[in-house]
């Protein structure tokens, strides 16, 4: 997180580093890039590290990782009522890559990857594709049944598949939105409060610097939240699309 | 907002794709594969020993199930015994009282016997010096000779006034 007295959003701005391209696609290295790729090597180390030499009886960081795999097998194995199993890897990919851009935007200086809406809603439509592509290759054209809840009346029919189809529809941009404007949020008010930090007489600094803290703190619970979120609303999409409707 | 700026929205998508890809390779191919092979040990582990723990459960069950007949047998076995010796106690018992009642009762008739013979002899005797009393006082008396014979016939029916006069002896 960098910091702009004049703009507040100053810290969400893209800055290329290295222009790249693939045929005629842009692929330039941006502080995102740089951020999410030190997210990755963050996770990747980390985990690398305390998973070297298991032992039977860990150490904290083991017992962490088992933690953490645990969590996200039991909140997989939870929504996803129907094999679930193969799912986690997936899932635990997903939360420790999302967990780790969003924390790694709280170290001063740093730049939040899922604070930008490219990020997430990758990540998101991803998501909503692979649901959709699964939902087709089990049921072929049976996919749009789900559309057409049974039960419903067929007068209601023209009301209900409209209002499903958009509901089915919405599903990767609320996916996306809610962790971008968490982020941007949470990082604009930490930056507003750093900048009102600096800003004020030296008597009065403690209290927006004690606020930071707090919200730090707060952006941190925040962090692990939004990952949460978005796994287990990932989940409930791959149980939808594996259900019968 | 910057966020909103699609001049960078190619490359952000396809960094983020690479970007989750590797990681989702490195986890699944590296990383998972030893913690759900820990996890999955130790559950094992677990299993055994709470498998142990229930196979000793039911030996201990068994051995106290065998222990409990073992003691009931013994038990009964003792009951078996004691009975048997207060049986054996009591016959014993029983043949001793009635060996000594028997030697009891021999002794008594002995007794009785001898105290007949006793009687017997003690008559004969007082009779024998009463009949010579009885004639010295006679003689002395009337200074006569009595006869032997009759003498002996008063003797006679004074002893039997006594007998008769006396209490029996058992």
């Given at each position: 997180m960098s910091l702009n007295s004049h703009d507040p959003l100053a810290h969400f701005v893209v800055e290329v580093h290295y222009d790249l391209f693939l045929g005629p696609i842009d692929i330039s290295i941006s502080n995102t890039v740089v951020f999410m790729w030190l997210s990755v090597l963050l996770v990747i180390g980390l985990l690398w590290m305390v998973t070297r030499?298991?032992?039977?009886?860990?150490g904290r960081g083991q017992l962490l990782a088992e933690m953490l795999f645990g969590f996200v097998r039991r909140q997989t194995l939870m929504n996803i009522h129907k094999g679930g199993e193969r799912f986690v890897p997936l899932m635990f990919a997903l939360f420790t890559f999302i967990l780790a851009c969003n924390l790694i935007g709280l170290i001063p200086g740093s730049f939040t990857p899922t604070s930008q809406l490219a990020v997430t809603g990758t990540l998101a439509v991803s998501v909503f594709l692979y649901a959709a592509g699964l939902r087709i290759s089990k049921y072929g054209w049976g996919f749009?049944?789900?559309?057409?809840?049974?039960?419903?009346p067929k007068l209601l029919l023209p009301l209900m598949v409209p209002i499903e189809m958009i509901s089915f529809m919405a599903r990767p941009i609320t996916l996306a939105l809610r962790l971008f404007v968490n982020m941007t949020a949470g990082h604009t008010a930490l930056g507003m409060l750093a900048v009102l930090g600096l800003a004020a007489p030296w008597f009065l600094k403690w209290l927006p610097f004690g606020f930071s803290v707090l919200q730090i703190g707060l952006e941190m619970i925040i962090a692990f939240i939004q990952a949460y979120i978005f796994v287990v609303l990932s989940c409930v999409y791959i149980d939808d699309a594996l259900q019968e409707h | 907002m910057p966020q909103f700026d699609l001049t960078f929205f190619t490359a952000q998508i396809f960094w983020t794709l690479v970007s989750f890809l590797v990681l989702f390779l490195v986890l699944g191919r590296w990383v998972l594969p030893r913690i759900a092979d820990i996890l999955n040990e130790r559950t094992q582990l677990i299993k055994e020993e709470i498998e142990d723990a229930r196979h000793k459960r039911e030996e201990a069950e068994e051995l106290k199930l065998d222990y409990a007949d073992k003691l009931a047998a013994i038990d009964g076995e003792a009951k078996k015994m004691f009975d048997e010796s207060e049986k054996r106690l009591i016959e014993r018992r029983e043949q001793l009282m009635a060996e000594w009642k028997e030697e009891m009762e021999r002794k008594k008739r002995d007794f009785h016997e001898e105290t007949e013979v006793a009687r017997q002899m003690a008559m004969r005797d007082i009779r024998a010096q009463s009949a010579d009393l009885i004639t010295a006082a006679t003689e002395q008396l009337i200074h006569q000779k009595v006869g032997e014979a009759e003498i002996q016939k008063m003797l006679e029916e004074s002893i039997e006034e006594l007998e008769k006069s006396s209490p029996k002896n058992n």
């Amino acid at each position: 997180m960098s910091l702009n007295s004049h703009d507040p959003l100053a810290h969400f701005v893209v800055e290329v580093h290295y222009d790249l391209f693939l045929g005629p696609i842009d692929i330039s290295i941006s502080n995102t890039v740089v951020f999410m790729w030190l997210s990755v090597l963050l996770v990747i180390g980390l985990l690398w590290m305390v998973t070297r030499r298991t032992r039977l009886i860990p150490g904290r960081g083991q017992l962490l990782a088992e933690m953490l795999f645990g969590f996200v097998r039991r909140q997989t194995l939870m929504n996803i009522h129907k094999g679930g199993e193969r799912f986690v890897p997936l899932m635990f990919a997903l939360f420790t890559f999302i967990l780790a851009c969003n924390l790694i935007g709280l170290i001063p200086g740093s730049f939040t990857p899922t604070s930008q809406l490219a990020v997430t809603g990758t990540l998101a439509v991803s998501v909503f594709l692979y649901a959709a592509g699964l939902r087709i290759s089990k049921y072929g054209w049976g996919f749009f049944r789900a559309f057409a809840p049974k039960g419903v009346p067929k007068l209601l029919l023209p009301l209900m598949v409209p209002i499903e189809m958009i509901s089915f529809m919405a599903r990767p941009i609320t996916l996306a939105l809610r962790l971008f404007v968490n982020m941007t949020a949470g990082h604009t008010a930490l930056g507003m409060l750093a900048v009102l930090g600096l800003a004020a007489p030296w008597f009065l600094k403690w209290l927006p610097f004690g606020f930071s803290v707090l919200q730090i703190g707060l952006e941190m619970i925040i962090a692990f939240i939004q990952a949460y979120i978005f796994v287990v609303l990932s989940c409930v999409y791959i149980d939808d699309a594996l259900q019968e409707h | 907002m910057p966020q909103f700026d699609l001049t960078f929205f190619t490359a952000q998508i396809f960094w983020t794709l690479v970007s989750f890809l590797v990681l989702f390779l490195v986890l699944g191919r590296w990383v998972l594969p030893r913690i759900a092979d820990i996890l999955n040990e130790r559950t094992q582990l677990i299993k055994e020993e709470i498998e142990d723990a229930r196979h000793k459960r039911e030996e201990a069950e068994e051995l106290k199930l065998d222990y409990a007949d073992k003691l009931a047998a013994i038990d009964g076995e003792a009951k078996k015994m004691f009975d048997e010796s207060e049986k054996r106690l009591i016959e014993r018992r029983e043949q001793l009282m009635a060996e000594w009642k028997e030697e009891m009762e021999r002794k008594k008739r002995d007794f009785h016997e001898e105290t007949e013979v006793a009687r017997q002899m003690a008559m004969r005797d007082i009779r024998a010096q009463s009949a010579d009393l009885i004639t010295a006082a006679t003689e002395q008396l009337i200074h006569q000779k009595v006869g032997e014979a009759e003498i002996q016939k008063m003797l006679e029916e004074s002893i039997e006034e006594l007998e008769k006069s006396s209490p029996k002896n058992n």
